[in-house]
Nanobody, 123 residues
Framework: QVHLVESGGGSVQAGGSLRLSCVVS????????MGWFRQVPGKERERVAG???????TYARTVKGRFTISRDNAENALYLQMNSLNPDDTAMYYC?????????????????WGQGTQVTVSS
């Protein structure tokens, strides 16, 4: 059974950094596409960063230049380095995996999800 376990969330001040990790089991991170999503109460889950099976990455306009998605094949893990955080980045962050080559925007395209890790940025 596929498991995704996120960690690394927390509370930081604006301008700070966090690195989220997603350790994956029973699924090979470099075989298919994965993504990082975030969600705040009352809003739809949005993809902030994605990585295609070939390693190409894609970012939401709001985080481009500040966030970096990466994967470690040896550790079978996905990461999200978040720099220059601001209060608008406050959300629950989720790691997601799908059985296809491309990381898409639609959360319903993803087959597996982690439990989420909370990120809170104070001004």
């Amino acid at each position: 059974q596929v498991h995704l376990v996120e960690s690394g969330g927390g509370s930081v001040q604006a301008g700070g950094s966090l690195r989220l990790s997603c350790v994956v089991s029973e699924y090979t991170v470099n075989r298919y596409a994965m993504g990082w999503f975030r969600q705040v109460p009352g809003k739809e889950r949005e993809r902030v960063a994605g990585i295609h099976s070939d390693g190409r990455t894609t970012y939401a306009r709001t985080v481009k230049g500040r966030f970096t998605i990466s994967r470690d094949n040896a550790e079978n893990a996905l990461y999200l380095q978040m720099n220059s955080l601001n209060p608008d980045d406050t959300a629950m962050y989720y790691c997601a995996a799908r059985l296809a080559d491309y990381s898409t925007l639609d959360y319903s395209d993803y087959d597996y999800w982690g439990q989420g890790t909370q990120v809170t940025v104070s001004s």
